[in-house]
């Protein structure tokens, strides 16, 4: 997917919340939105260059999007609104190994008590689930999830194990926001309960997928499947 809004560079100084950073453009010091709630603490260091989005409401108090920075030389995209729309791009292109048969895709579909990103459904009337993470965080090649705890995370695999135990199909695919990563694994020392939560889903038949991006400072589509290791 390309962003079809103007993108210009600045360079990153302090995140004072999970919604606000103040970053130099063109010499003046402004604030700016940061649509990720996740740390991003080996991203966003003072004095890296990042990448930000123009916006055109006029009703909001910032003019531009913090969506990515650089680390050394590897771009990385930090917008959490970015994953959904790189997998249904990928879903309706049949990029994702084992789910190219669901023809019908459906957004934010409820299942139980529980909302999950995509319902997919097949000609034979079969139905899947599948739920939506993306991945910002990488050390030495090993990209990690998640990078701040998340009881909402955990949540969301349980109850996909009850979509499993109904007779349908089950999912989650972590969406790797950079390229060339060697694996994906959680990161346990930062949610331990998290990734006993992914481990437990695996075990009972939740489909566990992990794809790096295409990415760049105007766009990001899918790449290649990860390695999984748990």
Known sequence: MFINKNIITGEFIKRPNRFQAYVIIDGEEIMVHVPNTGRCKEILIPHTKVVLREEDNPNRKTKYDLIGGYKGDK?????????????????????????NEYNIIQREKVFGNSRFDFKLTNSKGEEYYLEVKGVTFEEGGVASFPDAPTERGRKHLLELIDVKKSGRGAGVIFVIQLEGVMFFTPYDDMDKKFGEALRFAGENGVDIFA???YVGENFITLKDEVEIRL
Do not use: T
Request: charge should be negative.
């Open 75 to 99: 771009f990385i995209n930090i917008d959490s609104q970015v994953p959904n729309k790189v997998v249904e791009e990928a879903l309706r292109e049949g990029k994702i190994r084992g789910l």
């Open 211 to 213: 794809y790096d991006s």
